[in-house]
């Protein structure tokens, strides 16, 4: 192989490793954005479950059972 078919094949490699990184930067991206976007959800879902228990009606822990006990 000479010095040209060697500079030529990491040539090609390089360009194969160029575009392969650009192709792994985009889904760094978007799963990027969807963590930021669960992330979000969950919080939303989390303060709205706190809103439910705070309106819930609770259960009195100081009465006494019923006398059928």
Do not use: C, N, W
């Not at 192989?1 to 040539?11: F, G, Q, R, V, Y």
């Not at 360009?15 to 792994?24: C, N, W």
């Not at 990027?32 to 992330?39: E, T």
């Not at 809103?51 to 006494?64: I, K, L, Q, S, Y």
């Amino acid at each position: 192989m000479s010095d040209a078919d060697k500079i030529a094949d990491l040539e090609s490699r390089l360009a194969q490793q160029e575009h392969t990184l650009d192709e792994l930067s985009g889904v760094v991206a978007e799963q990027s954005r969807m963590i930021d976007m669960f992330r979000e959800q969950v919080r939303r879902l989390t303060d709205r479950m706190l809103r439910v228990e705070d309106t819930a009606p609770g259960e009195a822990p100081d009465e006494p059972p019923p006398p059928h006990y």
